[in-house]
């Protein structure tokens, strides 16, 4: 079973950048991983994707501000998070398949 655990997060002023990490425990070269996120009172939301063949897919609120990448290498995925905003506040969180989670990692965006 895989183990996922993000790490990256913490606070930082609107329009800066943070990078987050979704290490896995073993192989997800041929799983799909997604980030997602849960904001104070709201709904777990879609952040990113990316397929085992490296084709990504965003949420229309991060596309040209969020870059998602893996290193199959290093089990490893990444989500680049640039021009920040408040309401990119939340807890962020990895998942392979839709199956295995991480335990999230906070991100708070504040001046």
């Known amino acids: 079973q895989v183990q996922l655990v993000e790490s990256g997060g913490g606070l930082v002023q609107p329009g800066g950048s943070l990078t987050l990490s979704c290490a896995a425990s073993?192989?997800?070269?041929?799983?799909?991983v997604t980030w997602y996120r849960r904001a104070p009172g709201k709904q777990r939301e879609f952040v990113a994707q990316?397929?085992?063949?490296?084709?990504?897919s965003y949420d229309f609120s991060v596309k040209g501000r969020f870059t998602i990448s893996r290193d199959n290498a290093k089990n490893t995925v990444y989500l680049q998070m640039n021009n920040l905003k408040a309401e990119d506040t939340a807890v962020y969180y990895c998942?392979?398949?839709?199956?295995?989670w991480g335990q999230g990692t906070q991100v708070t965006v504040s001046s």
């Open positions: 073993g192989s997800i070269s041929r799983m799909f």
């Open positions: 990316i397929l085992a063949n490296g084709e990504v």
């Open positions: 998942t392979s398949d839709n199956v295995h």
